[in-house]
């Protein structure tokens, strides 16, 4: 398994020689970066010589298969919640994975929307590759990936993993969420020692009051709660953070893989409010 995430998605030559190694010792390789080993003649021979099968995971369906936005995202009654970020790799999509175990622990049926390749690696059913899509298809597959998670399992609440950020320089994202998916609230993740965005020195991270209101006002619904990224942090500056990030925004902030999901439960569940002779599914705000 190729779970590399370079700048760019381009496999490095020394991985290639791993991906060679891999072929010869008979290992299925499932790849998600943006060069397709499938269409490499020199693997495609090796794989064929060593009987072993190629899978590029971000490689997009036939257009024929791709969907556009139908409005069907209004049909779906479970609870939408968004997970996105102040900037890439940031750790959106663990804080969502800890999130939807969190809401099962809870009681509460729930399915994660993956839309990158590691997501899909991850084993979340119902997956996207946003960053390898077509842009006219976006809104579409996204669309088509939470209404189908909503028709065929009927949880009460999804998880919609974010990518990138709403200003990052390189990997803006985040809007197509926000417009196509319709959450209902939106949880941000943000690490703040990071002072820069990922990979690209010399542009400052957008302080977090501003890649909040803007997400608020691209939504028209609210950022409820925020998720901590402790990268470069001693465990005793956790605490400090969270109390400063209150302070600014007047957001309640957790770091869920530092301290587990318990305290962002507590503001997230209100919104899925349950009654005994109500389906699964049925939520008020």
């Known amino acids: 398994m190729v779970g590399l995430a370079p700048d760019g ?44 099968q190629i899978r590029d995971i971000r490689k997009t369906p036939p257009r024929s298969q791709l969907h556009s936005f139908t409005g069907n995202i209004e049909k779906v009654k479970a609870l939408k919640v ?19 175990h969190a809401f099962r622990k809870a009681g509460y049926k729930s399915e994660l929307i993956g839309t990158g390749q590691t997501a899909w690696m991850q084993g979340a059913r119902y997956s996207i590759i946003l960053d390898s899509l077509i842009n006219d298809f ?39 969420i926000l417009a196509a998916c319709r959450p209902d609230i939106v949880v941000m993740q943000h690490a703040p020692k990071r002072r820069e965005y990922d990979g690209f020195p010399g542009y400052p991270i957008h302080a977090l009051s501003k890649q909040i209101e803007a997400v608020e006002l691209l939504s028209d619904k609210p950022v409820v709660a925020i998720t901590i990224n402790h990268e470069n942090m001693a465990e005793q500056e956790v605490a400090e953070a969270a109390r400063r990030i209150e302070q600014n925004t007047g957001l309640p902030a957790f770091d869920v893989l530092l301290n587990g999901a318990d305290g ?14 109500e389906p699964a599914g049925t939520f008020h705000k």
């Open 82 to 100: 968004a997970v996105l970020g102040t900037d890439s790799a940031v750790g959106k999509r663990t804080t969502a994975w800890i999130m939807v």
């Open 138 to 176: 976006v809104a579409g597959e996204l669309e088509n990936a939470t209404y189908r998670a909503w028709v065929e399992q009927k949880p009460d609440v999804i998880i919609l993993e974010g990518q990138g950020s709403l200003m990052n320089p390189a990997y803006p994202g985040g809007h197509e």
């Open 9 to 52: 998605g381009r496999l490095p030559a020394s991985a290639r020689e791993d991906v060679k190694s891999a072929i010869r010792a008979g290992l299925n390789v499932d790849c998600g970066l943006h060069d397709f080993l499938s269409e490499d003649p020199e693997i495609i021979a090796l794989a064929h010589a060593h009987g072993v």
């Open 264 to 277: 962002l439960m507590e503001v997230l569940i209100p919104y899925l409010k349950k009654t005994a002779d």
